[in-house]
């Protein structure tokens, strides 16, 4: 069985010590439930929140993420619509922000897990006798 690579990983949102457990209990189009977060890897029972408190660092990530949507959007704006009046861009960016809000927030919690966590690949030997 092939390893998954780390963007890979990433991509799929799965934990960074097994690279097969979702970190997430649920698909990222159930809206409503987008936020949900396994405390522990269904494959190899890692914890997910190292330290109490330690999401609280993915908030400037979803800050970074933020700013990024801020000025593609504001660009996006000002060229499609050949510089259009302030209320464009008042309702246009925070409704993009508020669209992508469940991408924001499950990718700033995995990308800090994996950039901040600590957690290195193990390969198990997963062969059986």
């Known amino acids: 069985m092939p390893i998954p690579s780390k963007l890979r990983t990433i991509i799929e949102a799965r934990c960074p010590k097994c690279r097969e457990g979702q970190m997430f209990e649920f698909p990222i189009a159930q809206v409503r439930k987008f936020s949900h977060m396994h405390t522990h890897c269904p494959v190899c029972g890692l914890r997910f929140e190292v330290e109490p408190g330690f999401y609280i ?73």
Do not use: Q
């Open 57 to 129: 660092g993915a908030m400037y990530v979803s800050y970074v993420m933020s700013v990024i949507i801020f000025a593609t959007v504001s660009a996006a704006i000002y060229l499609l619509f050949n510089n259009p009046d302030f209320y464009y861009y008042v309702i246009g960016i925070p409704l993009m922000v508020l669209i992508l809000l469940p991408f924001m927030y499950r990718y700033s919690r995995v990308l800090f897990l994996h950039m901040f966590g600590g957690i290195k690949y193990e390969a198990e030997d997963r062969t059986t006798i």
